[in-house]
């Protein structure tokens, strides 16, 4: 019979008044002499439940908080429990390997150091304020390679000398009427081969600057054009205006970054030229592939004599759109005539 095969275990339970807790936590502040001093009669009485035997197994197999080490040991061992371990094990070791793979890898493909041109300021030098070595009241060339000592003192790996290519003088040098010659004011081209060598033996660089948007007007690339001579004749930006009487209705609204049109007629040709700057600084047409390939001779040119790099000039003026349209004012109700200042319009044709 089932009831026979049976076995009925008895459990004493007991209330939960503090004085056993599962057998594993003992309540400290009682000890034995407390327990036995307690009342018979304030225990509860024990009563008796039958269980099934594997179910009481079951039950006393169950993992609790808090249990002792030995019953711990006991389920440590059990497939379940030492399988789930192993694979959380593996796991985390796969997982730093992987981790430290990808640590190693972007330290490998990361650049190795900084760039030259970012390892300290750059130290800029206006040559015409410069030292004066010939005493004619004009910084020059052979001024900066005599402080070159003070430079490095600095403690400066880069110099950046501003414009000294030939030119006007007008907008401080920025007018250029050659882009391979030096100034005389500043020296000689031995005068500059010179200081690159210097400045390379001292462990410097130098940079000078590209100013590919507009020439003098005493360049011989506009004095061509002006003569619609050949490739030059759509160097720089023409366009057809009304010229009476000596005044001038130019094609659009545009201003200069220095006030008033952009637009200058130009007798020879008997076309206007545009300028974003002075109008003795007239814009190069660089949608003109020649154009394209002189700025690049002129790079090439320095390159060759020993230039570190560039600092380029004036990039956002590089290219107008096409279609001329005017450009709207800043405020719709201002009297036109303040147009004249580059800061009542909204620049959003001659400025790219
Ligand atoms: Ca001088
Ligand atoms: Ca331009």
New binding site residues.
Partial sequence: MVEEETKVISIELRGKEGLENNGFVQSEDLNEEEVENVSQEKLPKPCQIGIEKEEMQELSMQPYAGMPKEVLLQFSTQARYRITREILFWLIIASSLVLVAATIAIIAISPKCLGWWQASPIYQIYPRSYKDTDKDGNGDLKGIQEKLDHIQYLNVKTIWITSFYKSTLKDIGYGIEDFQDIDPMFGTMKDFENLVAAIHDKGLKVIMDLIP??TSDKHKWFQLSCNRTGKYTDYY?WHDCAHINGRTTPPNNWVSVYGNSSWQYDDVRKQCY?H?FGKEQP??N?RNLDVQEEIHDVIRFWLGKGIDGFSINDVK????ATHLRDEPQVNKSQNPDYRKCSSNLQHCFDIS
């Fill in positions: 948007n507009h930006i545009f974003q814009d190069l660089f003026f590089l290219l107008e």
